[in-house]
T-cell receptor, first 115, second 109 residues
Framework: DTAVSQTPKYLVTQMGNDKSIKCEQN?????MYWYKQDSKKFLKIMFS???????INETVPNRFSPKSPDKAHLNLHINSLELGDSAVYFC??????????????FGPGTRLTVL | GDSVTQMEGPVTLSEEAFLTINCTYT??????LFWYVQYPGEGLQLLLK?????DKGSNKGFEATYRKETTSFHLEKGSVQVSDSAVYFC????????FGAGTTVTVRA
């Protein structure tokens, strides 16, 4: 029944490793997003995909690579992890494009800790 | 670019107190405005929204009115409960969602 799900919920890893976070939505939405929330709760968009096509790519290091195998999935792969990548990463989805006034539905978040 | 400024927290209140969280925005277009709430350990949920000037969004006793003349979208609730303890985010959507910094609200019994 979960609308937007993410795995894993917690991820602890060493600097320099490569890791992936998976996201799936069962709402039939066209658009999916990745957000980063830092330790002060500040939330910033990273990427947005519409029907598997990248439409928003904010100023994010190219160590971060999103991949959308189909409309219902948007995964985030991170290479060469750094201490500053420690944060909570949220996946979200919405009907229509990011420019619409439609509500975004958020996943529960993945807490990434880089040691 | 578009931006949202909301009052800094944390805010601590007693049950049944009145809550106001100020939010102002800067935008070149005509954005939709939202309040999202994040309960401890969870993702964000939409609390209410307004899509044009003078619209009032309301949900669960919370209200906010889209004021174009003052570029504001202040959140209010007349009588808070302990269960309202959460982080509240004001956001605008022009071509992407831009969030304010979040306001942590703690309601004590």
């Amino acid at each position: 029944d979960t609308a937007v799900s993410q795995t894993p919920k917690y991820l602890v890893t060493q600097m320099g490793n490569d890791k992936s976070i998976k996201c799936e939505q069962n709402l039939g939405h066209d658009t999916m997003y990745w957000y980063k929330q830092d330790s002060k709760k500040f939330l910033k968009i990273m990427f947005s995909y519409n029907n598997k096509e990248l439409i928003i790519n904010e100023t994010v290091p190219n160590r971060f690579s999103p991949k959308s195998p189909d409309k219902a999935h948007l995964n985030l792969h991170i290479n060469s992890l750094e201490l500053g990548d420690s944060a909570v990463y949220f996946c979200a989805s919405s009907q229509g494009t990011a420019s619409s006034y439609n509500e975004q539905f958020f996943g529960p978040g993945t807490r990434l800790t880089v040691l | 670019g578009d931006s949202v400024t909301q009052m800094e927290g944390p805010v601590t209140l007693s049950e049944e107190a009145f809550l106001t969280i100020n939010c102002t925005y800067t935008a070149t277009g005509y954005p939709s405005l939202f309040w999202y709430v994040q309960y401890p350990g969870e993702g964000l949920q939409l609390l209410l929204k307004a899509t044009k000037a003078d619209d009032k969004g309301s949900n669960k006793g919370f209200e906010a009115t889209y004021r174009k003349e003052t570029t504001s979208f202040h959140l209010e609730k007349g009588s808070v409960q302990v269960s309202d303890s959460a982080v509240y985010f004001c956001a605008l959507n022009d071509y992407k969602l831009s969030f304010g910094a979040g306001t942590t609200v703690t309601v004590r019994a």
